[in-house]
């Protein structure tokens, strides 16, 4: 059994939902000790070769890639309009500098950063990403995973992952690892999706859990981590950050991604209105998170 990628323990229940993928079973996870929900097994070398083909970026469908209607570039284009928000938070902190992008896709953000005033530079795991990230745009951009990417100690100012963290194997070691990276002082900033910390989630976890059943997913098993505010945190507390911000935030009603039987489109199209008005006037249930940890 895979122990628990945040404190290491192996006493967890099944969370109810499941991927198949590449003829085998992915069941989610949550740990008893941390409340970290999590795949069991791990996704292997192969298997994640497999999930990042430039299919990722090319798809357009909400099964797959961006899980959206449209491409990758699209999808990324549309979320543009959430960059002055997340750029704005790490400047709170960190207005200017060396700023390092883990993950960068196709540059769009880092892009942002570096029209912003930051001197910027990132990885990208998918070899389509880079050649985007270095044509498109000239950033400095190589391709690499962050688990193979040569530690610097000290080096940046500010390290930034976008809709990342969820798909590493373990999170909380590429976090300390982000640390050791950072100058004294430097800022690490990740954004992670949360759908189970919605009013959608929230009720539908607590129906399966009460009709004793479990959702196949219909998409590859890209999310092998799910974050709650709980849980963003203590990733980011125990990598060794001295003080934690977890801002939640939330798509419109007119953004968000629409999947299943009609019954649950229809669910979620409704709960979403009133789910938007909390999150915005009080910060609570928010489906999207933005962590940040000042070293």
């Not at 909400?62 to 570039?73: C, I, K, R, V």
């Not at 990132?122 to 990403?129: P, R």
């Not at 789910?275 to 940040?292: A, E, H, P, V, W």
Request: charged content about 25%; some cysteine.
């Amino acid at each position: 059994m895979t122990t628990c990628p945040l404190c290491n323990q192996t006493d967890c229940r099944d969370f109810p939902i499941f991927y198949d993928f590449d003829r085998k079973r992915f069941q989610a996870k949550q740990c008893a000790h941390c409340s970290f929900i999590y795949l069991d097994p791990r996704l292997t070398s192969e298997e994640l070769k497999l999930l990042y083909s430039d299919e990722y970026f090319l798809h357009d469908g909400a099964d797959f890639g961006a899980h959206s209607p449209t491409d990758y570039e699209s999808a990324a284009i549309r979320g543009s309009v959430k960059f002055p928000e997340i750029l704005g938070w790490i400047r709170r902190y960190k207005p200017s500098g060396e700023f390092f992008e883990i993950g960068c896709g196709m540059g769009y953000f880092l892009n942002y950063a570096r029209s912003n005033g930051f001197a910027v530079s990132g990885i990208e795991y998918a070899e389509l990403g880079v050649r985007t990230c270095q044509t498109k745009f000239g950033l400095n951009v190589q391709r690499c995973s962050f688990e193979d990417l040569a530690t610097q100690t000290e080096r940046y100012d500010v390290m930034f992952l976008g809709d990342v963290l969820e798909h590493l194997i373990q999170p909380l070691e590429m976090v300390r690892k982000a640390h050791s990276m950072l100058k004294p002082s430097g800022v690490f900033a990740a954004e992670v999706p949360s759908m189970f910390n919605s009013i959608t989630g929230r009720l539908a976890v607590a129906g399966m859990r009460t009709l004793r059943t479990k959702k196949k997913m219909g998409m590859p098993p890209y999310h092998v981590n799910e974050f709650t505010p709980r849980t963003l945190r203590a990733v980011i507390e125990r990598a060794g950050f001295k003080h934690c911000v977890i801002v939640q935030r939330i798509k419109p009603p007119s953004a968000i991604t629409l999947r299943g039987s009609l019954f649950e489109k229809t669910m979620k199209k409704i709960l979403h209105y009133p789910n938007y008005g909390l999150t915005k006037s009080l910060g609570i249930f928010g489906d999207r998170l933005l962590g940040i940890g000042i070293k």
